[in-house]
């Protein structure tokens, strides 16, 4: 109850005529009686926990510099309702998963290869350096965003999760990078692509690792381009490392655009998800605002008085007025 009470000084009572319905018309309606804002506190009022009555007497019993607002909270007597996720936040947190999984993934493999940890890793870290590059930056994006969306989750924060959906694009557009390039590469040329590539663009440290790694000597035979090592002489039996550089590349490219594309509708499916249901973590409305039907505008509220006349709570104040009335001795 918050109550609002006008400053006023013992005034001369004056007896108004107020018509009130009869007592058995408002037994009759079960209707409350109304209580008047202005009505002096000192009165005979009676409030019970449903309703309020007044006698004939409080009613006509004024103060006319008196001015009361109140504004009543009704509680829940019921006891709280218990919080349960809804369904929307169980589908977005599922969704969040996925996105945290393939993206563990992708940072894993990244790692593994440049740990070593695989036969021909050592080929495809000096042979696909830019690519492999690109899957590490996804990786880790994918798995930060998807830690900012737990975040935003838990929190029921939607800032958050209005910037998880902006990252969203980001972890789109390098997960199908990664697609695309690949493709390219494998698809166009690539006989050229590495012949140029040993040729011009791999250095002698480069050229040594793939030919210890393949277990071959030169690009096509021995004299092209090859690099000494205690393998690779000029009366070596060692084949020349096109072909099985050729093979590697063309089956590692194949996996890495085919892995990439097969995630892109995971990855639509996550964002989607986002889009839908970012705004329906918790069951609050909006920004919590009631609807604008329900605000409460002070210009329009006006107070009565007992002498008939208005006064405008947002343009004059609650204050007490000038009375011409001779207080009682």
Not at 11 to 18: E, K
Not at 33 to 61: E, Y
Not at 220 to 234: A, R
Not at 307 to 325: A, V
Request: positive net charge; glycine residues 6%; aromatic residues 12%.
């Amino acid at each position: 109850m918050e109550t609002v009470i006008g400053s006023s000084s013992r005034q001369p009572q004056h007896h108004y005529n107020y018509q009130f319905p009869s007592d058995t018309t408002m037994e009759q309606q079960n209707l409350p009686r109304p209580i008047l804002p202005w009505i002096s506190s000192t009165d005979n009022v009676n409030r019970g926990p449903t309703a309020s009555t007044i006698s004939h007497n409080s009613m006509s019993s004024t103060t006319a510099t008196s001015v009361h607002l109140m504004k009543h909270y009704v509680q829940n007597h019921n006891g709280e309702r218990k919080m349960r996720w809804s369904t929307f936040k169980w589908w977005i947190i599922l969704s969040n998963t996925l996105l945290f999984c393939y993206g563990l993934g992708i940072l894993l493999l990244a790692i593994l290869t440049f740990g070593k940890f695989y036969l021909r890793a050592d080929v495809f870290i000096v042979g696909q350096k830019t690519l492999l590059n690109m899957m590490t930056a996804t990786g880790t994006l994918c798995v930060f965003t998807a830690l900012v969306g737990y975040v935003g989750i838990i929190l029921n924060n939607r800032t958050v999760l209005t910037c998880y959906n902006l990252l969203l694009w980001v972890t789109f557009a390098m997960v199908a990078s990664i697609g695309y390039v690949s493709y390219r590469k494998n698809k166009w040329n690539i006989d050229g692509k590495l012949s140029y590539q040993w040729h011009y663009d791999l250095t002698s440290n480069g050229r040594t690792r793939i030919q210890a790694n393949l277990h071959c000597c030169g690009y096509k035979e021995f004299t092209d381009f090859h690099e000494k090592s205690s393998l690779c002489f000029p009366r070596t039996i060692l084949p020349g490392c096109r072909f099985k550089y050729t093979q590697f590349t063309r089956q590692a490219l194949s996996t890495c655009f085919i892995a990439a594309f097969s995630i892109v509708p995971a990855h639509l499916f996550v964002m989607v998800s986002a889009l839908l249901c970012s705004n329906h973590v918790n069951r609050r409305f909006g920004k919590g605002l009631p609807p604008k039907i329900y605000r409460l505008d002070y210009r329009g509220i006006v107070a009565g008085t007992p002498t008939g006349s208005t006064h405008n709570l947002f343009n004059d104040g609650i204050s007490q007025r000038p009375s011409s009335h001779v207080p009682l001795n």
